[in-house]
């Protein structure tokens, strides 16, 4: 009830007053502008723990706040915000994780720090807002400011391959979005609603040809994002050359623009063609999980090891969303909770030993565990937590997803993917055994420090994060559940809502053959 | 009455929080030891008081569950943490936490000195909160909880020694090839719960709740698959054939864990949960069968790699392989009250033996080391005449053997011998029964050969340790002793609480108490079993009588064998070799199933992950973005001048192009 008004654009817009302050500071002045965006980033996060509590557990969109704000021409564009259970944890996840990325370069990014934490604060305000966005073509605007900060962090500050990494990232993204963009505005003019309110687009019926279309354009941006095979290799390159800051952010929050796209815009926007594409997306679904897990088995970088198994992981994801029954979303939108806190602590992880010997190939190590054991317990739940281990927040996510899948028609498609449990032991288990198991030879190696104060700082909310979501999630699921519930309902009632207006006309006839496939009567 | 069960496993995980987290600077290890200990000690005596309470109860009113907290509630799923008391979950309570305890004490000595000694109690109370989660979970994803818990654990125990290598390997493959059970499991869970929910609209994954809709069963076409996933979990958990062969190699980690973890208490999980569902077994005759012959077929199979091993712990390790093949024997013929009852005397024994074998191992070790030998502390052909050294040792290592290899008085005899009856006399199988019992026979022959021949080895003979080493050979402090006393003590009088009835009705009327303790959990496969038998069980008394006494007479020819090739005369084993290499190879190399799995699975997947990552997404996938990526800048390099690299100048013709294309729709 107590609802603060305005706190999204407060808790959204405070790294932007962030960018304006660090203006001013002189770009020598390192610490100054590293504590500077730790506070704000302390600040935003602060600042949005209040949605959690004042959130009511309904499947409205609370916090809403609207201002008419471009109007040209046929066009109004509002800024029009508001989250519900579906954007809730992803918002809080943004701020969770932010101050941890900020903290994770304080020794690692030297030069160009200025702009360094500009980018970082812009790229906060661009995810902050892409989850928040009521408006289309206002999450439109926040989708794509997204991309251009992380294009520079990968560019600039990033490994060998910076540029190739970076060009790839950006033009991978790039075809998408204007796809997408393109679809937005034909929507936008086939809706003839006025406004780019979501809510208004949820009521409009599309005729099934012309939802196949726009879905395959959102999908296309979105799927790239996810990322799902094989639309997948722009992400090891990007992960393995950006700096860790920008490895962890892209996994733990980036990529889950994908998948939220699914469930907010694609899938009830276009909801027959949702339907018609479930068994091509589930294909995908399983194919990542078992291809990526494959690749990186096989892996000699753990960076990209961790890259591959990202793609794994959101396999699930898509494979919950799509089973589109309570507990796959449920499964799906925790898992993505789960991956940012999992895969942004195994980045950071990796960040560590890699500030300390600057290579990342899994030959150059073995037996860390005896020089740094505070690394190796921290490494090892972490592991764990990747794998799913019961008890920690993987595997309620995935135990979701493919009990929600199993029990809808992609029972096949959940089956291949179980079997995902196991290779992501073999690549995961493997990696560490050889990373930190074994005789400490590399003379390398044996002068290696463990973790000081600030890293067991940043890893310590983490595994916080890593038992509590995996013994006692219910919190997440109790305010996920009734927007998980609408978006379902969004998605399948208009389904059967057009089945119902076809089967008349089918009736005649289906006598004398046998009936055809629903989409032809358009 | 049963408020406090949740206390059982949350001494255990105390106990790790502490050891885990302050055991680096607790230091001492006699406090470290002492909390790991004591924790478990807490457990059972909270255990041994819910048992007398359960037992203080009337029969039909045995079963309790007794809710924590929801765990994961999802539409109509909901998986609580939540416990379940009856007979069965309080005999594994006792064997769990009793067997434990003993096996906490035992590490006290046995790991003293060795570094990370915090670690591995901290380790040793996980894993005994996991195995506590594992038989007191009252629905099928608490069970899962601690069936994983139980996993980790025996990784982070086999690879203790982690600058091993070996070690390493062992952990992982012991971790992979569970998973691949878990696998099972999980196919298990899902298709059960979906298939109740489906089609009597009945949600659940409760145990209580399977079990009162257990005849709605009865038309599930699926309850074949259901049952058979589930045993893949089992046959992962418990090392049975296809999925054994991580358990010897576990014998990496130390050898109280290779007693606790892998004789007594982790690998019978799988027993435990068919027992569990036994309710659903019973009406899959398939399935029965199946896990009938995989046992029996275990148990045999197991026992010829356990006769050609030099490595005291490996043949024990195949021993127990062996033995758990005994026990989802019993379980596949329906007697699932002998199958958990000769997983109890096991538990005994086994630990015993398992102990027993560390203390000698402690003592080699340290004589070797005393003389700086390199010699195998573990290898057999360095050992006999241990016999003097070590005589309390000796003496319950032998004890153990003797209840193992099936001789009457011992508790191995009457669990074992009523497997053996049943898998002849049970009304599933028709004449497929000879051939089970035959497995099992032909198996406790063999298991009588390979322990005696362990036992001739280790401790009778020419002492074959250095001469200088041997004089530092030792019998073992009293905390290791202690244990191996109590448990030789209970592999004798833990028979007698299970006496077949033609024997118990030959002492004048000794009730089958554990059977009769049980019997409320198998209540329902006892009546459909009585309703559905093909045959009804006409067997003569006479020839249950024949039966056990051929079985004894197989125990003391497999005995007697040991005894000529290993004590009389010593040349005949040497000479047996060189008659037939190929097969003592075979056997000596564990008929190279490892060989096999490692081309048919290991090199495959690492093949294919190579080849999808450098074939298809660097060539293919990468390919084509690369194609494009080279138009694209071919084009660019005219279009270079207006790009600056200024981040308000991508913006800007972003921004232009969206005008341009809304432009196009404004005015088309």
Redesign the interface.
């Known amino acids: 009830m107590n609802q603060m008004p305005a706190l999204l654009s407060i808790i959204t817009f405070t790294p932007l007053i962030g960018v304006i302050l660090l203006l001013f500071i002189n770009k020598n002045n390192h610490s100054v502008l590293r504590g500077l965006t730790m506070v704000v980033t302390l600040i935003a996060f602060l600042a949005s723990l209040p949605l959690v509590t004042g959130f009511q557990t309904n499947a409205e969109f609370q916090f809403v706040e609207m201002v008419p704000w471009i109007a040209a021409g046929p066009f109004q564009m509002n800024y029009h915000v508001g989250i519900d259970g579906i954007s809730l944890w992803l918002v809080i996840l943004t701020t969770f994780i932010m101050p941890i990325a900020v903290l994770s370069t304080w020794t690692a990014v030297e030069e160009k720090v200025k702009e360094y934490m500009i980018c970082l604060l812009l790229l906060e305000v661009g995810m902050l807002g892409a989850f928040i966005s009521i408006d289309l073509f206002l999450f439109y605007i926040f989708w794509e400011v997204m991309l251009i900060p992380m294009y520079f962090i990968i560019g600039i500050w990033g490994g060998k391959r910076k540029i190739y990494a970076a060009v790839k990232f950006f033009i991978y993204t790039m075809v998408g979005s204007l796809l997408m963009l393109v679809a937005l505005i034909f929507l936008y003019f086939k809706a003839g609603a006025g406004d780019f309110n979501l809510l208004h687009f949820y009521q409009v019926a599309l005729d099934p040809g012309t939802q196949t279309w726009l879905f395959l354009a959102f999908a296309l941006a979105f799927a790239i994002k996810v990322p799902m095979f094989p639309l997948h290799t722009w992400l090891p390159d990007a992960h393995t050359e950006a700096p860790t800051a920008g490895s962890v952010i892209l996994a733990a929050i980036l990529l889950k623009m994908g998948t939220y796209g699914f469930v907010r815009f694609a899938m009830p926007l276009f909801p027959d063609a949702t339907e018609k594409f479930t068994p091509l997306f589930a294909t995908l679904s399983v194919i990542g999980i078992i291809y990526a897990a494959l690749v990186a088995m096989v892996q000699e970088d753990v960076k990209k090891l961790v890259a591959y198994s990202s793609v794994a992981h959101l396999g699930f994801v898509m494979l919950g969303v799509f089973a589109l029954n309570q507990q796959g979303v449920a499964g799906g939108l925790l898992q993505m909770l789960n991956h940012g806190v999992s895969t942004g602590a195994l980045f950071l992880i990796v960040g560590f030993i890699y500030e300390r010997r600057h290579t990342r190939l899994i030959t150059d190590f073995g037996g860390l565990s005896k020089q740094m054991p505070i690394f190796a317990t921290v490494f090892m739940i972490v592991t764990l937590s990747s794998i799913g281990l019961p008890g920690t927040n993987g595997f309620v996510g995935e135990f979701l997803v493919l009990l929600g899948a199993f029990e809808s028609k992609l029972r096949w498609y959940t089956i291949i993917a179980t079997s995902g449990v196991i290779l992501s032991a073999v690549y995961m288990l493997w990696m560490f055994q050889r990373v930190m198991f074994g005789e400490l030879n590399n003379p390398k190696n044996q002068t290696l420090k463990d973790l000081n104060a600030r890293e067991i700082v940043i890893m310590v909310p983490l595994i916080i994060m890593i038992f509590v979501m995996g013994v006692y999630p219910t919190p997440f699921i109790d305010k996920m559940n009734p927007a998980i519930d609408r978006m379902i309902q969004l998605t399948k009632t208009k389904q059967a809502a057009r089945l119902q207006q076809q089967m008349p006309a089918m009736l005649p006839q289906a006598a004398p053959m046998a009936a055809p496939p629903a989409l032809e009567m358009k | 009455m049963f408020d406090n069960v949740w206390l059982i496993p949350l001494f255990p995980l105390i106990g790790f929080l502490i050891n885990g987290l302050f055991g680096?600077a607790i230091k001492e290890e006699k406090v470290i030891g002492g909390i790991g200990a004591l924790a478990v000690l807490c457990s059972f005596a909270v255990a041994c008081m819910t048992l007398f309470n359960i037992i203080s109860l009337p029969v039909h009113e045995r079963v309790h569950n007794v809710p924590v907290?929801?765990?994961?509630?999802?539409?109509?799923?909901q998986a609580d943490v939540a416990f379940l008391i009856d007979p069965l979950s309080c005999v594994m309570l006792m064997v769990v936490t009793g067997v434990g305890f003993l096996i906490h004490v035992y590490s006290i000595g046995y790991m003293h000195g060795e570094e990370g000694f915090y670690r591995f109690f901290a380790y040793l109370n996980l894993f005994t909160f996991s195995m506590l989660l594992l038989v007191m979970g009252n629905n099928l994803?608490l069970m899962?909880?601690g069936w994983?818990?139980v996993g980790?654990c025996s990784?982070l125990l086999i690879?203790y020694y982690?600058?091993?290598?070996s070690?390493?390997?062992a952990?992982?493959k012991a971790?992979?090839m569970n998973?691949?059970g878990?696998?099972g499991f999980?196919?298990g869970?899902?298709?059960l719960?979906?298939w109740l929910?489906?089609n009597h609209g009945i949600w659940t994954i409760q145990f209580t709740e399977l079990a009162k809709h257990a005849e709605l069963f009865q038309g599930c076409t699926l309850l074949t698959v259901i049952t058979l996933v589930f045993f893949v979990g089992a046959t992962g958990k418990s090392a049975q054939i296809p999925l054994y062969t991580w358990l010897p190699d576990a014998m990496e980690g130390p050898t109280p864990v290779s007693a606790l973890i892998h004789a007594a208490t982790m690998v019978t999980a799988g027993v435990y949960m068919i027992g569990r569902m036994n309710f659903l077994y019973i009406q899959a005759p398939t399935t029965m069968m199946v896990v009938a012959l995989i046992g029996g077929a275990t148990a045999l199979f197991a026992a010829t790699i356990g006769t050609a091993q030099n490595d005291i712990k490996r043949v024990l390790a195949y021993s127990t392989v062996s033995q758990l093949g005994y026990m989802f024997l019993a379980m596949g013929v329906g007697a699932f009250a002998a199958g958990i009852f000769h997983l109890m005397t096991h538990a005994f024994f086994k630990a015993c033996l398992f102990l027993g074998s560390g203390a000698v191992i402690h003592s080699m070790h340290h004589a070797l080391h005393h003389c700086h030998s390199h010699d195998d502390a573990q290898d057999m052909r360095n050992m006999g005449g241990l016999k003097s050294k070590m005589p309390l040792t000796y003496g319950t290592f032998l004890i153990a053997t003797i209840a193992i290899a099936g001789i009457p008085g011992f508790a191995g005899f009457f669990s074992k011998d009523e497997i053996l009856w049943q898998a002849f006399a049970n009304p599933h199988h028709g004449s497929l029964n000879i051939l089970l019992w035959a497995f099992g026979a032909c198996a406790a022959l063999l298991t009588a050969f390979y322990m005696f021949r362990l036992v001739f080895m280790t401790f009778h003979g020419e002492c074959r340790i250095t001469p200088k080493a041997k004089d530092h050979l030792h019998e073992s402090p009293m905390v290791i002793v202690f244990p191996l006393i109590v448990l030789a003590f209970l592999s004798v009088v833990g028979g007698y609480i299970g006496m077949p009835k033609i024997l118990g009705e030959l002492l004048g009327g000794i009730p089958n108490y554990f059977e009769h303790f049980l019997a409320p959990v198998f209540e329902f496969s006892e009546e459909f079993t009585k309703a559905h038998a093909h045959v009804a069980g006409h067997h003569s008394v006479a020839l249950e009588w024949g039966l056990m006494g051929l079985s004894v007479l197989i125990a003391f020819v497999g005995i007697g064998i040991a005894f000529v090739l290993y004590v009389k005369d010593t040349t005949i084993p040497a000479k047996f070799t060189s008659a037939f290499p190929a097969l003592h190879r075979a056997v000596y190399n564990k008929w190279y199933i490892d060989e096999l799995y490692d081309f048919l699975f290991v090199n495959p997947?690492?093949a294919?992950?190579?080849f999808?990552?450098k074939g298809?997404?660097v060539v293919v996938?990468?390919g084509i973005?690369n194609g494009?990526?080279s138009i694209?800048m071919g084009f660019s390099g005219i279009l270079r001048y207006i790009q600056s690299g200024y981040?308000f100048n991508?913006?800007f013709s972003?921004t232009l192009?969206?005008v341009v294309?809304?432009a196009f729709?404004?005015f088309r």
């Open positions: 680096k907290f929801t765990w994961i509630k999802s539409g109509t799923f994803l899962f909880v994983e818990g980790l990784y690879g982690f600058h091993k290598k070690a390493g390997d952990g992982k971790f992979v998973r691949v878990d696998f999980l196919l869970v899902f298709t719960y979906w929910g489906q997947c690492k294919l992950g190579n999808l990552w298809f997404d996938v990468d973005v494009v990526g694209v981040v991508y913006a972003m192009g969206a294309i809304v729709y404004i």
